[in-house]
């Protein structure tokens, strides 16, 4: 978190003290560092050199159009898997020739939207869905690029709600039936087969799930050009995870993908999210009440599960850090929980937190990826304030919702 530190008592970002903000915006927001988006995207850029690739940032992760703006500046496509985001994507100033379209339940409307607007490559993940698209593309008078998703059957240890590369999945097309489809690829005129697409999950910090799925892929790319065919592009996807005290190693990453892939004429696709967004931004949140019992002290701040997600959707854990730093510890155990009527609305739980008080503020760390494109407005609370800092200054790039939008539905 080397764009969030304390100096002296008061935790930073980019050197602007954070406590400064919390005096003139309502909590709970999102803090983001614009300079940390663009270093996290150097880390790709940097290890990307020598090879023909393409990155397409995974707007899932997040979609705010001010991030996705700098992001876009730096030259990166996008990933997308709906209409929304496509037109986000566009809007923000990507172009369709750096976009790829992602997802297992495509609509028709999807679809069109898609070759209308020169998608670089729709990855189908069934016959059903290839069929829809030469159908659409033959109506449009495109020929469009397609990507087969391919279910690699790797298991990645990570939470079980974030595989998605294991055959109980419901994703992309089980390996043993790929070849064939390629064997009837001219069936459908007006698709160029690209090549494969996995992704195996999310926030995986070790290299051998990837290893395992390059493996397998490269087998069956190597199968498929047998039959005289190219696979033009491999698009890894994404899935890399972020951890403040284990550092995935990215080297050892981009070295595997170069090696099992790298090939004159051939474009290897990265789709990141997390790993561009996730350490870039706290969410920030005031200290409510406190209620002590027994044996432990609750803290209710003022975000709950609605402001973000994961710790109550995937039991995630996100380091909590407070505004200033004080050196007495509390003697309890504290659990740190939100407002929403909710049991799973909880967010930690420690043995060795500061002293908290009423009116303190704190910061969810890593809150960037999947924390503000998850929210909702469950029990019936706006959507919050999303900030970004860039050199010492901030500036609103979501203001708070109002009330009144919301109580008129
Ligand atoms: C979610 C998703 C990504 C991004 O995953 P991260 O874990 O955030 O890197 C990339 N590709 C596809 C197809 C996805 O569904």
């Known amino acids: 978190m080397s764009n969030f530190q304390y100096q002296g008592e008061n935790l930073t970002c980019e050197n602007l003290e954070i406590d400064s903000i919390t005096r003139d ?123 087969i998703r391919i279910n690699p059957d790797v298991k990645p240890e990570t939470h079980s709600k974030i595989t998605t590369g294991s055959i109980e999945n419901k994703f992309g097309i089980p390996i043993s039936e790929v070849k064939n489809l390629f064997n009837q690829s001219n069936l459908f005129e007006n698709l160029n087969f690209n090549g494969l697409a996995f992704h195996i999950g999310s926030q995986i910090m070790k290299l051998e799930p990837f290893e395992e799925a390059c493996k397998i892929t490269n087998q069956l790319v190597k199968e498929i050009e047998n039959n005289d065919f190219k696979i033009k592009t491999i698009d890894v996807g994404g899935g890399i995870g972020i951890d403040d005290d284990e550092e995935f190693q990215f080297e050892n990453y981009f070295n595997l993908i170069d090696l099992y892939f790298a090939k004159k004429d051939r474009m290897i696709i990265f789709e990141p999210g997390r790993t561009i967004i996730g350490n870039t931004a706290l969410l920030i949140s005031k200290i409510l009440y406190i209620k002590e019992t027994e044996d432990k002290i609750f803290v209710v701040i003022d975000a709950g599960m609605n402001d973000f997600m994961r710790p109550a959707l995937y039991g995630a854990v996100h380091d909590i850090l407070p505004i200033l730093k004080s050196s007495s510890i509390e003697k309890k155990t504290i659990e740190i929980v939100g407002p929403i009527c909710e049991t799973s609305d909880k967010f930690l739980t420690s043995d060795n937190f500061q002293n908290v008080n009423e009116g303190d503020f704190i910061a969810i760390s890593n809150a960037g990826a999947y924390g503000s494109s998850m929210s909702s407005n469950y029990n019936i609370r706006p959507n919050i304030a999303e900030v970004l800092v860039n050199d010492k200054k901030f500036s609103i790039i979501r203001k708070r919702q109002s009330l009144e939008d919301l109580i008129n539905q």
């Open 25 to 147: 915006l309502e909590t709970p927001f999102y803090c983001y560092s614009s300079k940390k988006i663009r270093d996290n995207i150097n880390k790709y850029k940097n290890n990307l050199k020598n090879s023909n690739s393409k990155i397409c940032f995974a707007l899932k992760a997040n979609s705010n159009i001010e991030l996705i703006k700098i992001i876009a500046q730096q030259g990166l496509g996008a990933d997308v898997v709906s209409m929304g985001e496509f037109q986000k994507a566009l809007k923000a100033g990507i172009s369709g020739k750096d976009i790829v379209f992602s997802g297992v339940g495509k609509t028709q409307k999807e679809i069109e939207f898609a070759i209308k607007n020169h998608c670089f490559q729709i990855n189908a993940e069934s016959l059903s869905e290839i069929k829809k698209i030469n159908e659409i593309a033959q109506n449009l008078n495109i020929k469009q690029n397609i990507g």
